[in-house]
Structures are given as C-alpha cells and as structure tokens.
C-alpha cells in the first residue's frame, strides 16, 4: 500500500529560492571550508564522514574510514576552523560522537562478513588517546549518546555481503542495538544490553541490520533497519520494544528513471520501498526519516512520521525535482536512487526547528523548517563532494558537514568539512535556478558556453555541453533575477530529434533569431568538430564541418567558444580552441575564423600564460564593441588554481591569415581575475570557468562548468562583473 503525501510542486514551483529563503531569514550562508586531508597529510586518501562537535562548539572530530581514524578541528565563532590532530584507531572507524569532553567511536575490526566484531573506543579529546575500550561482539554503524549523556546507542549492523546470493537477506548472524550506560565519560562495558531485533521486520525478519540510532529528550531511542525497510522504538534504558512498524512504500511520478543523458522526468515507480538510512528526532513524538535506499528501494526523498508508526508528510519528487531546478541532478544515477538522501541534521535555531537533509549523490543540503505538518523549504546549501554527516552548533548558530569523497588521486577535490554561519539577509546560493515546465523541472547541468541578448538587458543563452548529449540544448536565461533564472529550454534538433553527436561549448547569435553553436569534436567518440546554424527552434539548418587544413592537425581540445563579428554578408564567427594542436606552437593556441557568406577559414594566434602545474587554455570567447574577450583558465581547482582570467584583443589585431600558413600572434590585455568571485562562497576554487558574455546594456557575466555532478560538487556559479 502506498504511504504518500507530496509537497505542493505548483507552490514550490511558483516561488523563487530566494524569495522562499527570505521568507525564513536568516539564513545560513558557507563561511569556510576545510580540507580534511591537513589533518593526515600523508595519508593516501582521507575522508570526513560522521562528524560531531563538544558541547560548546570549539571543536569538531570526524570519522575517517580510509584513513582508519579520527580527525579534530577547532572551531571559532566566526567559523574558522584549525586542524587539531588525527588519532590512528585498531580498525576502521564508522561513527563518532560526543559526551563531554570525551569521544565515543565505533569501530569495525570485522575479518568477515560471517565474523563480525567491533568495539566502543573512549577517546579523551585533550589527549588524544584511548582511555577506554568496549567490546560490541559485532560489526557498529551508527553510534549515539542520549540528551542527558547517561546512555550510549550503538546499532550493530552485521552488514550482509552484497555479492552473496545477489545481497537478499537473511545473511546471518543477525545484528543489534547495544545500549551502555556513561558516568562522567567513563563507559561501563558490564551495562552492555544487547537488545534483540529479529522477528520484527517483513523483510528479512531474522535477519535485522539496524543502520541509525537516535535518542530523543524522553530517552527513547528510535532504530532504522535500512534493508529490513523497517522502524523501531525502544526504551533507551532497558531496551523494551515499545513500537515498531515498516517504513512503508511510495508511488512515484514524474521520476526520472533511465540513465539516458537527457532529463527527461517522464517515467513512474510504484510501490517503492523507502529503506531509509539517518533518522533524526524532531521532537519526543515525532522524527524524520533520509529515504537512501539499498537494494529493493530508495523512494529519493524524507519521510517525517509519529512514533506511534501513523504517518505525517512525505516529500515524493520534490527533493529531485528541486535538485534538477538548482543544476544539481545526478543524471548518471537516475536508474538507481537519484540524488539520494543519505544524512539528517535536526536542530532548534532560535524559535526554528530546522531539518537539513543531505544528498549524497548531488552533493546539496535541503534545509527545512518544521512546521508541525508539511515543512517549509528555505534553502538550498552547497556542499562539498559526498555529504555524509551534519553538526549543528546553534549556540553559535553554525553548521557543519562532512563530506566523505576524495578525488585528490584523480587530480580532483579532497574531502572537506564546511562550515555554515546561519546569520544573513539574502541568499548567496544557488545563482541560477530553473523554473518548472507544468509538473516536471526544466532540468540542466554542465552549462559549457554563454551569448546574451542584442537588445534586451539581462537576457541570456547558454548550452549544455556532451554530458547530455542525448539532450543538446539552448537555455534561455533571465539574469535580472537573483538568482538567475532558466525560464525555457530549447532543444537543439535534427530532423525532429535530438540532434546525436554534439558537444556544444558555445553559443553566439545568427543577428535573424538563430543562433551559431560550436560543437568540439572527439574523434575517438565520432563526435566530428563542426558548426551548426540552428533557428531560432533549435532545428539545424546547416552543418559546417571543420576545414582539411584544421582536421589535419586536430587533437581532442577543441573548439570551446563562438562569438560573431558584423552583420549580415559581413559577419565574421570567431572561435576559440582550448589548447594546442599538432601545428601550434607551445603555449600557443588558435582563434579560427570562419566567414558564412563565403566559406572562407582563417585563424591567427593567442598566446597562453604559463604554469607550473597542469595545463592553459581557453574556454569562451565574446565579441563587443572594438574588442574581443576570451577566458583563459588553467585545469586546477583549490589552493592548486591560478588563472582564472579575461583577457582583451582590439579587434584590429583580429587579421586572420590562411590556414595552413604563418598566423599572426595577437597581443592580449587582462581584464578581470575571476578569482575572487570563484572564492567568494567560501568553498575550494572550481577549475572550469566556462562562459562568459556581455549583455546589451554592457554588463559582463560568466558561469561555470560542473561536469554534470559527475566527480563534482555540482556547484555552478553565476555572477556578474559589472559593466564593461
């Protein structure tokens, strides 16, 4: 039987991110970022997955699987942070919290999945040594201490083996809650009650594997069994069983279910099972639920429920419909649970009980407020790659999360723990959004080139580049709103369907309603290097290939920006290679020009700055007024990130000589470090600066690239520069 009731999608749609966060203010904005691997510097991969904070909120300590460990931050009042140290533990740690001045820490010493083991580690957090240890007699997960600090939870999962019996439970032993009593920090490992599951659940009944535990003010301590799709209450005390109940399935709608490369939102899902992971107590009758999901499930969003198991609100699709609006869809996860609510914070801000919901495969928190019924959104908060674990510390009105994933190997971010202050007037993200088509978002990502209007101010288009590529697309923008927002998608098509083989990086204007779009090429992919002339429906009228002279030369890097110079017969499309190819010079790129009216290619050279790090190269280029701009940006993201440029060209250096030959070196002007802005939400520096374009009134403004939230944060970046 479906257990659903859905948010109001016309009230969320018809609603500004802005206006709703108002609504609520203040809000939270990220203050700092912390990159967790300045704790285990030699570590080879570090990661911050459960996080918790003292009493007063100076410091911060972190479970880090990887790393085999736990790691501590100091916290100031205003959010700056400090590493404080990294203890090596005999196992692999899997949550911490916090009674005092004291660390408890699970930790997994398991050989096997058939043999099972764990301990409760005691951790003075002055020291940083282990004072104490318990014995769990099996495999923890989730471990919490009661309001008071007298008890500790531990649920034991005894995790199965996903690969055995294609994962279905029953896979013994079967795990448990353990329940300890505390006293001044001391854990009393002669109090263990080791409270039996089995027998409970429909699903895998002698088989339970409790995943999360939470106490609320009363004592009583609420379990989720993820695969068991099961809730239970117990008497934090004595373990009795007071409750427990399914968690129940949802019917679905509007869902986007194929991994296509295309948002496509169309498809139905019945009778999905919830299998929720983290449950936060909203107060002593009710809690909430992060509908993750495991092998039969996943319903995509958060259930909030009474503990008499009668059910209150269900979000259904409005956590993936929001995250397709903010740019944050995981598209290559659609088959599986989409954005994926995995963690849960709850905490009272002043006169606010708020819940902040972390998507762990959109790398975004939700931040709600509690409303006694359906809560009410107010913000949406950027976070780092893999948002496992929350803190709130209201006392100084700050958030913290953790983000497990580390990409330092692959060139990529690290793991970071940021930091929110919840202390401003107006949000500063999201700064583009979409708006809703009818019942389904106007989904978007990896926006890869930008054009602006001829005669209207702050009328904007961008495109998608290849990660849709079963979707190219014109994105109309309304940049007089803040945020920005996408109010149409034009889809770029070939005799009726979405045009195949595209990886659009740039958009510039035809002067009679159309538009010119560059396409870079990637001859391993068939995807040829080309210009399409496309209407002002998206419909292609015409397809010019690359030039004999370039193709001959050509490598992966290509065309990455579009930009027209004149009118009519005169019109002149420039376009900006990323980076060398066979012919060119070293640190030398190509501006190609390309005249419609008469077929005729020319190209001159553009000289890149140099690094020590990575490579230089291109990524847009805009026509206006006598000069030509172009964004120059090396591959490095955080602290590795130095050139996040604009430069200028006069036009009269724009004299292009036949391919082939000897080409001109033009001279180029910096105009705008874009740095800054890259770093003014506090988080780690993204590496693709991607567009950038000028409006009719003079007003320059560029967006970022991310990569389609794949190895990403998903975070986009949209701001203005001010008039040029």
């Known amino acids: ?137 099996g495999q923890p997960d989730s471990i919490a201490a009661s309001k008071d600090g007298a008890m500790l939870a531990v649920a034991i999962e005894n995790e199965r083996d996903e690969d055995l019996n294609d994962g279905v439970l029953p896979q013994e032993p079967a795990g448990f809650v353990s329940l300890f009593k505390v006293a001044e920090g001391a854990l009393d490992c002669d109090s263990q009650i080791k409270v039996d599951l089995t027998g409970l659940a429909e699903v895998g009944g002698s088989d339970p594997e409790p995943e999360f535990v939470d106490f609320n003010m009363a004592g009583e301590l609420v379990v989720t069994m993820q695969e068991n799709n099961h809730l239970i209450i117990l008497d934090g005390a004595t373990g009795e069983v007071k409750n427990h109940f399914s968690a129940g399935a949802v019917d679905l709608a509007n869902v986007d279910t194929e991994e296509e490369m295309a948002f496509t939102f169309d498809g139905t899902l019945d009778a999905v099972v919830r299998e929720p992971d983290a449950v936060k107590w909203l107060d002593n009758d009710r809690f909430v639920t992060a509908n993750e999901g495991d092998y039969e499930g996943g319903s995509r969003g958060f259930t909030i429920w009474n503990k008499d198991g009668s059910f209150v609100w269900d979000s259904g699709m409005s956590v993936d419909h929001l995250v397709a609006r903010l740019g944050h869809y995981p598209e290559k996860r659609s088959g599986n649970k989409g954005s994926e609510p995995e963690g849960l914070e709850v905490a009272k801000f002043g006169d606010d009980t708020l819940i902040f919901v972390l998507l762990e495969r959109a790398s975004l928190v939700l931040v709600y407020k509690d409303t006694g019924a359906e809560p009410e959104f107010v913000q949406a908060l950027p976070s780092g790659i893999g948002p496992e674990g929350a803190v709130a510390i209201p006392s100084k009105n700050l958030l913290a999360t953790a983000n497990e994933v580390d990409l330092r190997e692959d060139g990529g971010a690290g793991s970071h723990v940021m930091i929110y202050a919840r202390n401003a007037e107006t949000p500063a993200y999201p700064q583009i959004i979409s708006e809703m088509d009818g019942d389904r978002p106007i989904g978007w990502t990896a926006l890869s080139g930008l054009v602006a209007d001829a005669e209207v101010a702050g009328k904007l288009y961008a495109v998608n580049d290849s990660f849709l590529r079963s979707q190219p697309s014109i994105y109309e923008i309304d940049a007089t709103q803040s945020p920005a927002k996408i109010v149409r998608r034009i889809g770029v098509t070939r005799d009726g369907a979405p045009a195949q083989k595209l990886d659009l990086e740039g958009i510039t204007l035809d002067g009679d309603g159309g538009f010119w779009l560059a396409s870079e090429g990637r001859t391993d992919r068939l995807t040829p290097h080309a210009l399409y002339h496309v209407n002002s429906k998206g419909e292609i009228e015409e397809e010019v290939p690359f030039p004999a002279e370039l193709l001959a030369v050509e490598k992966r890097f290509g065309a990455e920006g579009i930009t027209a110079v004149g009118e009519g017969d005169e019109m002149v499309l420039w376009i900006a290679i990323q980076r060398e190819w066979a012919d060119d010079a070293k640190g030398e790129v ?32 805009t026509a206006h007024g006598d000069m030509i701009y172009v964004v120059e940006r090396d591959n490095q993201l955080a602290d590795n990130a130095k050139i996040k440029k604009l430069y200028a060209i006069s036009m009269d250096q724009m004299q292009a000589a036949p391919l082939g030959g000897e080409l001109p070196l033009v001279k180029k002007t910096e105009v705008h470090d874009f740095l800054p802005e890259m770093k003014a939400l506090n988080g780690f520096v993204l590496d693709k600066i991607e567009s950038f374009a000028i409006d009719a009134s003079g007003e320059g403004f560029a967006m970022t690239d991310n990569d389609g939230v794949d190895d990403h944060s998903g975070e986009t970046l949209f701001f203005s520069i001010g008039k040029m």
């Open 590 to 621: 190509k501006l190609v020009s390309y005249t419609p009216a008469t077929g005729e290619w020319g190209a001159v050279r553009y000289p890149l700055d140099q690094v020590e790090k990575g490579w230089v190269g291109l990524s847009e280029i």
């Open 1 to 137: 039987m479906s257990l659903f009731k859905t948010i109001s999608l016309a009230a969320l749609s018809s609603v500004s991110l802005g206006s709703m966060a108002a609504m609520a203010s203040p809000y939270f904005d990220r203050v700092n970022g912390f990159p967790v691997a300045q704790n285990a510097p030699e570590a080879e991969e570090t990661s911050s997955e459960i996080i918790a904070a003292n009493e007063d909120g100076s410091w911060l300590v972190y479970s880090d699987s990887p790393a085999g460990g736990i790691g501590f931050i100091g916290l100031s009042e205003d959010g700056s942070t400090e590493a404080k140290g990294f203890l090596t533990l005999d196992g692999e740690p899997t949550s911490v919290t916090v009674i005092g001045e004291h660390v408890f820490a699970g930790v997994n010493t398991s050989e096997s999945y058939t043999a099972p083991s764990g301990h409760v580690a005691v951790i003075n957090a002055a020291s940083q040594e282990i004072v104490a240890t318990c014995d769990l007699g």
